[in-house]
């Protein structure tokens, strides 16, 4: 009788798992076909495109990895390399900076301050289209607004801005800041409110000044999140088109050319696919890299708590 | 001594507040006053901010330089559609990893978590090539040859948006702090797991779709470079891709560009004023992701 009720209970609950099953897959099918064709196909596809000719045609051919080595004697990529490293580079030293010492000095509860945090976010939201525009229009030489504000301050020689090779890629990665600097506050008021606060009262009672409680308490307790901020703000600079697309088409010259645009151009203007996926590959192979490092240190990061 | 130290930083921290606040509203003051300028003015060395005469008509003309009309409708018919499936597709994704046990359950997750850091710039390649060989749309045949696919239609515009795994990492974050409890009780009214994701799962949910719904509303409205691959001519044009018709004229119209970004804008800026707290928390629940 027991081993009867036994069984049946059994299949009542290998029944209930069978269930469990069948509608987990059901209810992840819709998402997992759009998942599995557009997001993991096209980054295997891509990889085997790197090492064809393809152009769109019906027919490719393997050509081994000449598209890499072509890579090396390609002066608009190496260019495009160079500017996308120093662009990353300023715009994540600036964010991850200037981004906490704005988030400390917001960090408290008033209406005034609520407001500011508001319009840090605003260029956040608006499209980097829109912000292209209004800098392009700002930066203009002849009709430009900021050009007419340094006439009117006696300025006699007018800087080109976009059209100077040496100004075109810094005022893009002013520009990139402008937008951003929202975003690493976010970032940065959350890993702020999380620095618990008896910390401060000691500190206070103790009768360290408000630097120094900031440069004792604060840094060290937000340097976790100030590595995330680095972090996702190079992955962000590596992937920059947008900007240079609208504002300088990467020139002058080989001035403002990104890596990102080499892939378009190479793709979609020259429709040269099997050497635009290579340069996606060495894309790719960068941003893995610095994610890697970024779980790690996060990984590393909760197990110490 | 110490205490008039203390109010120097003080004054020193609200003036730096306030210029960066001026940096960053400067910009916008310039989008709204020299929309609506005239040419004339714009070209005279004047450097004054407010124009002469509030030239509303400026918006009007911006809005009849090519079809406004049809990017409006593009843009908003996109976004509305990446919206909505994703808000479905995503939340039954998150509910399935928070709540059910299967097989690849653990291996799944790790891909959808990889699938958040692979930028769309390196697969834009492939994506492109897939949605041009579509079988039997676009004029191609049985094997996704001879034609142009779903290449500039709205399918081939909203498919790659709704593919990303961000939502359903996010509604999945959600998802898992709700007490186990709500599932066992569901169980035991006779309640299916679809069921539950229905009658509990979603409407508990609402913050959390809020937020998916705000930030895929800004990037699907916001992107620029899917459009301008996969759009050809005018009539698929979004907004973002039609802003720049302005940008390639002989002489640019500054103040006829700056009224249309500043309508295009507004949309995006409003909602985000509005849900100023789920956009917030949906790109703090993401970014938690390391």
Redo the contacts between chains.
Sequence with gaps: MSRIVRGHRHTAVSNVRRGETLSAWLMLLPFLIFFALFVIYPLVQNFIYSLTNYNFGPKHDFVGLKNYIQLFSDEWFLASLKNTVVYAFFSVIFLTGLGLVISVMLNKRSRMVKAARTVLILPYATSMVAVSMVWLFLLDPTTGYINKLLIELGVSTLPTWLNDPELALPSLIFINIWKNLGYCMIIYLSGLQNIPTELYEAAEVDGASTLRRHISITLPQIAPVTFFVLITNCIEAFKTFEQVQIMTQGGPMTSTTTVVLQIYRRAFEDFRMGYASAIAVVLFGIIFIMTVINLLLFKRRSEDK | MKKSL?IL?KVL?WL??AL??A???F??A??FF?SLKTMSE??S???SLLPDVAAWENYKIALQTGSWGQYFFNSTFVTVIVVVISL???S??G??FAR????F?NF?FV??LA?M???P???????V??I?SVPLAGGNDILG?GGSGLINTYSGLI??F????FG?FLCRQYFVSFPRELDDAALIDGC???RT?ISIYLPLGKPVLASLAVLKF?GT?????WP??ITQGDAMKTV?IA??N??NESE?R?NL??AA?LM??AV??LV??FA?KH??NG??TG?IK?
């Design positions: 203390h930083g921290s730096l507040i960066i606040v940096a960053i509203l910009p916008f310039v989008m020299f714009i070209r060395p004047d450097p479905i597709i995503n039954m994704s509910y399935v059910l046990n299967f097989r359950k799944l891909l959808i699938g850091m692979i930028p710039q390196v697969t834009m390649i492939p994506v090539s897939l041009r040859q498919i790659p709704i593919a990303g795994s359903v299916g797991r679809f994701f800004a409205w916001n992107e620029y470079t301008l691959v973002q802003l720049t302005f940008r640019i500054w560009l700056m970004t295009v804008s995006v800026c985000f004023i100023q956009f917030v790109i703090l970014s390391g």
